[in-house]
């Protein structure tokens, strides 16, 4: 019932009908009291004029009691007939001398209305609550230079037959009131269908593919310009969804094949050592030390991929201090130095300015010697890998150059990408996973830093990553530190 209520459909419904019928109850009310008080306006008229005329026959006499003879008595009982009312005539003592209902004859009449009348005075009035009408004029004799109010004429009469009229014009109002409203409705429920109807087909749509039946096409579903730009809206966002299911399959596949070479590298060593007899000593262990390195870079991969997982939901859980950017480039130097001994590879560090920055150390630790131990691999031998920190008052700059392969042009847009490697032959010979500038990357965007890396083939690579001095928290388009 409550979602028959929340319709939109209901709404438009009840609205239209809404709409509809108060101009015909507004008119009802107009017609019936502009009808009823024209009927009794012209009734007044009436009364006033034969009233008049009657004043104008008793006050021929200085002597009410002349007047009221008895062919005057039968008029007057003929008009108070005539319009379904009484008529009084009250003499100067304020005593009825005639009553048409004959009920107050002789009776002494104390009221405002006929003080008035004797004072000259007409007066008339219509009670809408008792639906009872009076008339109460003077009857005035004419006689030499005075006039003299000889006695006063009132006339009351219900308006019952004003009342009868009145509801037969109500019924006949009401028949037509009925009709038109069960016109109304029928309209109003049309209307509202005709308009609901793009609403309905578009929730039709959707709910497909809420079933699930995301290639459903929507984007040629048209309606109101609003339901457009939600469909065009919805439309992206599965757009996006299905991008990135679609990465995330290939995302999967690319895991699958990445862990599954050193697998099979293994599985060779070991069949052919399986499958020989009397093997000599010196191939066992070049054969195991072979499928050594291969376990090595199967864990490898396995770390990388486990420290991307933890980096996708490490928003909420950066562990940021104040840390001495110098001191942890001094470190991961001191720890990469041997590496890049092996081929005579000299490290130079340029710092321009103690910088002190709040970053979660561990993190940044892992990029920067990401960074630097690239930075030895593809370096050339006898090369060198320059190391440059510098800052201004908002941001921290961390440079790494080497003079080594080089990317090639077309390459450098994808060098961020998950397993993406220039040369994958060289790549697996330094032992490399090719996820980690993603890695990088991503830790770099935790920090609100950029990264880019520019480089020439053969000529060298130089990465420069810019990180606020300040870790401030970015929601919803504010920043809170
Ligand atoms: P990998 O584990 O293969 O090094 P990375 O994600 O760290 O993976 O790097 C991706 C690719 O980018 C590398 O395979 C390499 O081809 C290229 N690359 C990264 N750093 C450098 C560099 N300093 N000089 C030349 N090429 C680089």
């Not at 050594?292 to 490898?300: F, K």
């Amino acid at each position: 019932m409550k979602k028959l209520f929340n319709s939109l459909r209901f709404r438009f419904t009840v609205c239209f009908l809404l709409i509809g019928i108060l101009p015909v109850i507004l008119l009802h009310v107009i017609v019936v009291n502009t009808y009823e008080s024209s009927l009794i306006n012209k009734r007044m008229i009436e009364i006033r004029q034969r009233c008049n005329m009657i004043s104008a026959s008793l006050g021929e006499n200085q002597s009410i009691q002349k007047s009221l003879t008895k062919e005057m008595a039968d008029v007057l009982n003929w008009y108070s007939d005539a319009y379904g009312g009484r008529l009084l005539v009250v003499d100067n003592q304020y005593k009825v001398v005639h009553d048409s209902f004959l009920a107050d004859l002789g009776k002494t009449v104390v009221s405002d209305a006929v003080f008035s009348a004797f004072l000259g005075k007409e007066y008339q009035s219509f009670q809408s609550e008792t639906k009872f009408l009076e008339y109460v004029i003077p009857v005035t004799y004419n006689g030499g230079t005075e006039k003299t109010v000889t006695s006063v004429l009132v006339f009351s009469s219900t308006t019952d037959w004003i009342q009868e009229s009145l509801s037969r014009v109500k019924q006949a109002m009401s028949l037509i009131e009925v009709i038109l409203f069960i016109v109304m409705s029928v309209v109003a429920i049309y209307i509202s269908y005709l308009i609901t109807r793009p609403v309905k087909a578009v929730a039709y749509e959707v709910e497909k593919l809420r079933a699930g039946h995301l290639d459903h096409d929507i984007s040629n579903i048209r309606s109101y310009k609003e339901i457009d730009d939600i469909m065009e809206a919805t439309s992206q966002v599965i757009d996006n969804y299905r991008m990135m299911e679609e990465s995330q399959e290939q995302f999967v596949s690319n895991v699958s094949h990445e862990l599954r070479t050193p697998m099979t590298s293994i599985r060779v060593l070991s069949d052919s050592l399986i499958g020989q007899k009397n093997v000599p000593e010196e191939m066992y262990q070049e054969f195991l030390s072979d499928i050594s390195v291969e376990i090595d870079r199967e864990s490898r991969i396995i770390e990388d991929l486990l420290s991307m997982s933890r980096l996708a939901h490490a928003e909420d859980s950066m562990n940021v201090s104040t840390v001495s950017i110098n001191d942890m480039v001094l470190n991961i130097l001191k720890t990469l130095k041997p590496i890049a001994e092996k081929r005579d590879i000299e490290l130079v560090y340029e710092s321009f300015r103690a910088v002190s920055a709040d970053v979660d150390e561990i993190k940044l630790n892992q990029a920067f010697s990401n960074l630097i131990e690239n930075a030895i691999k593809y370096d050339r031998d006898s090369g060198m890998v320059k190391v440059s920190l510098d800052a201004d008052h908002e941001y921290f700059y961390f440079r790494v150059s080497d003079n080594g392969v080089g990317i090639p042009e077309e390459a450098l847009p994808h060098i961020f990408d998950r397993f993406y490697r220039v040369d994958k032959a060289r790549s697996r010979e330094t032992g490399g996973t090719g996820l980690g500038l993603s890695i990088t990357k991503q830790i770099i965007l935790l920090h609100f830093g950029v990264i880019k890396a520019e480089s020439k083939v053969d000529e060298g690579t130089t990465f420069t990553v810019r990180i606020p001095l300040k870790h401030v928290e970015e929601t919803g388009g504010r920043k809170k530190s």
